[in-house]
């Protein structure tokens, strides 16, 4: 398996483009989860699924911030309209049904808001 | 709620030294602990985990962490450190019987080793 897969690598936009972010998890995992990681307040979870359906989205910072899973294959973090604050790395990661298995990350996105 | 502390935000050590990273965790339930590796640019591996048994847990390239339940604490130490364990290292924990899947975070520590 290729592992998850994330795209773009990294993102320069300006001040106020709508930014999507794409994650693609392992085949098999349904439970994906979308972190952001920054140099002040370290690795935050800011939503995750299972079975496509959102079952904790309270770390997304504001409503400028959303989070799909259209299938068991792909998701998508969309910031619109973004802002100089929300450059950051973004990780997305997908595991199994059981807690006690591990979390594979993507290699992340790097976003840069000018 | 859980929370992990990671006291060194960053470790410097000569190559062949021991190392001890130190990782404290809250948690009003039993948790499960991981330890996660990040080299540069890239994401995240996990390292080792403490799920039940044996205290002590090791990994394939020499790194062993043990779980304190009276300390709440889950250490990382490498007897021998090499150039290539340069990285930062985060201790992770989740909830055990909430049905909550996702990773809390600590706020890492860097270890750079030096020739």
């Known amino acids: 398996d290729a592992g998850v897969i994330q795209s773009p690598r990294h993102e320069v936009t300006e001040m106020g483009q709508e930014v999507t972010l794409r994650c693609k998890p392992i085949s098999g995992h349904n439970s994906l989860f979308w972190y952001r990681q920054t140099m002040m307040r370290g690795l935050e979870l800011l939503i995750y699924?299972?079975?496509?359906?959102?079952?904790?989205d309270s770390g997304m910072p504001e409503d400028r911030f959303s989070a799909k899973m259209p299938n068991a294959s792909f998701s998508t973090l969309k910031i619109q309209p973004s802002e100089p604050r929300d450059s950051a790395v973004y990780f997305c990661?997908?595991?199994?049904?059981?807690?006690?298995?591990?979390?594979?990350f993507g290699q992340g996105t790097r976003l840069t808001v000018v | 709620a859980q929370s992990v502390t990671q006291l060194d935000s960053q470790v410097p050590v000569f190559e062949e030294a021991p190392v001890e990273l130190r990782c404290n965790y809250s948690?009003?339930?039993?948790?499960?602990l991981f330890w996660y590796v990040q080299y540069p640019n890239q994401g995240l591996q996990l390292l080792l985990k403490y799920l039940s048994g044996s205290t002590l847990v090791e990994s394939i390239n020499g790194f062993e962490a043990e779980f304190n339940k009276s300390q709440t604490s889950f250490h990382l130490r490498k007897p021998s450190v090499h150039i290539s364990d340069t990285a930062e290292y985060f201790c992770a924990v989740i909830p055990l019987d909430t049905g909550r899947r996702a990773l809390t975070f600590g706020s890492g520590t860097r270890l750079q080793v030096q020739p």
């Open positions: 948690s009003s339930v039993s948790v499960y």
């Open positions: 990661a997908s595991s199994r049904e059981n807690m006690n298995t591990e979390a594979f």
């Open positions: 699924f299972n079975n496509n359906v959102p079952i904790d």
